[in-house]
């Protein structure tokens, strides 16, 4: 499946530490990068004194044992930050049979009280990129790097606006059907993942039934419009696991900060590299728009 071992496709990716202090599948330490950090950033929730963090379900694919998650910890990729982490929530689950693979499946959590403890000042400032460390007794896990962003004035489920003013969309999926290649247990919450994209300029399918009238001409006896979306983003191979894993699961949907959502079908995900260790990454999805019986 991938080049790391047991590695996930999903929105917060983990790896497995191959020894104390490994960082080396941080994509920014990934030789063809070479330290860049800011061409992709990915975007987790703070509140508005930086002290909260919201971190999305993520899975951990491991060796079957019994050990439980034993420690989080917040750090920062300068070695100022090392903050313990209470309060998740995570399930174990078996990935195959004869069981010698578990998920352990993380819920959503806003960790609070991230703050200094001498000047209780947040320590989720913007000018730091973090990860989060995550031990079971047995074994050490690392998350790729991220920014913790401020929420929108009117939503505060949402990072605030970008650069540019057009703001994020949440992309959504879940599979509620089988384990996805004794990887991905559907046994767990929906992943979730903030884009700074632009959902526009759709096309448009028209697709009519039609039946012969026993005149020489057809009556129109079911009708559909489609919306074809696309919008794209460019990041890191990481990136690319996460969106182009996406068709796999039964249940994708966009969703706005105003409440509003697409549920997804047909995705399609193109991804063309630009250098080795960037890529454009196009989704394209297709929305049910107007449907129209014969007797409508």
């Given at each position: 499946?991938?080049?790391?071992?047991?590695?996930?496709?999903?929105?917060?990716p983990v790896y497995r530490e191959l020894y104390?202090?490994?960082?080396?599948?941080?994509?920014?330490?990934?030789?063809?990068?070479?330290?860049?950090?800011?061409?992709?950033?990915?975007?987790?929730?703070?509140?508005?004194?930086?002290?909260?963090?919201?971190?999305?379900?993520?899975?951990?694919?491991?060796?079957?044992?019994?050990?439980?998650?034993?420690?989080?910890?917040?750090?920062?990729?300068?070695?100022?930050?090392?903050?313990?982490?209470?309060?998740?929530?995570?399930?174990?689950?078996?990935?195959?049979?004869?069981?010698?693979?578990?998920?352990?499946?993380?819920?959503?959590?806003?960790f609070t009280g991230i703050q200094d403890g001498?000047?209780?000042?947040?320590?989720?400032?913007?000018?730091?990129?973090?990860?989060?460390?995550?031990?079971?007794?047995?074994?050490?896990?690392?998350?790729?790097?991220?920014?913790?962003?401020?929420?929108?004035?009117?939503?505060?489920?949402?990072?605030?606006?970008?650069?540019?003013?057009?703001?994020?969309?949440?992309?959504?999926?879940?599979?509620?059907?089988?384990?996805?290649?004794?990887?991905?247990?559907?046994?767990?919450?929906?992943?979730?993942?903030?884009?700074?994209?632009?959902?526009?300029?759709?096309?448009?399918?028209?697709?009519?039934?039609?039946?012969?009238?026993?005149?020489?001409?057809?009556?129109?006896?079911?009708?559909?419009?489609?919306?074809?979306?696309?919008?794209?983003?460019?990041?890191p191979e990481y990136l690319a696991d996460c969106?182009?894993?996406?068709?796999?699961?039964?249940?994708?949907?966009?969703?706005?900060?105003?409440?509003?959502?697409?549920?997804?079908?047909?995705?399609?995900?193109?991804?063309?590299?630009?250098?080795?260790?960037?890529?454009?990454?196009?989704?394209?999805?297709?929305?049910?728009?107007?449907?129209?019986?014969?007797?409508?």
């Amino acid at each position: 499946m991938s080049k790391y071992n047991d590695y996930i496709p999903q929105a917060l990716p983990v790896y497995r530490e191959l020894y104390a202090g490994d960082r080396s599948n941080q994509n920014y330490n990934l030789c063809q990068c070479n330290g860049d950090l800011n061409t992709w950033q990915l975007p987790l929730l703070t509140n508005s004194f930086r002290s909260e963090l919201k971190v999305p379900p993520f899975h951990i694919k491991r060796d079957h044992r019994v050990g439980d998650i034993t420690a989080i910890t917040l750090k920062s990729t300068d070695g100022t930050v090392s903050h313990a982490l209470t309060g998740w929530s995570n399930t174990l689950n078996d990935l195959n049979d004869p069981v010698t693979k578990d998920a352990v499946v993380f819920f959503a959590h806003t960790f609070t009280g991230i703050q200094d403890g001498l000047t209780d000042a947040g320590l989720l400032v913007p000018e730091k990129f973090f990860y989060l460390l995550i031990a079971d007794g047995t074994d050490t896990w690392y998350t790729e790097v991220f920014v913790a962003v401020q929420p929108d004035a009117d939503n505060t489920d949402y990072p605030a606006d970008c650069d540019d003013g057009c703001g994020y969309i949440r992309l959504v999926w879940s599979n509620s059907g089988c384990i996805i290649s004794e990887t991905i247990h559907n046994n767990s919450p929906a992943f979730q993942l903030f884009l700074p994209v632009n959902v526009a300029q759709p096309k448009y399918t028209y697709k009519p039934d039609t039946e012969d009238d026993g005149e020489g001409g057809v009556v129109k006896t079911f009708q559909r419009l489609e919306k074809r979306w696309e919008f794209f983003v460019r990041g890191p191979e990481y990136l690319a696991d996460c969106l182009a894993s996406t068709q796999m699961f039964g249940v994708v949907s966009v969703q706005f900060s105003n409440d509003d959502f697409i549920s997804c079908q047909d995705i399609e995900v193109e991804v063309d590299w630009e250098t080795p260790c960037w890529a454009r990454i196009t989704f394209r999805f297709t929305g049910e728009f107007l449907v129209k019986t014969a007797c409508c």
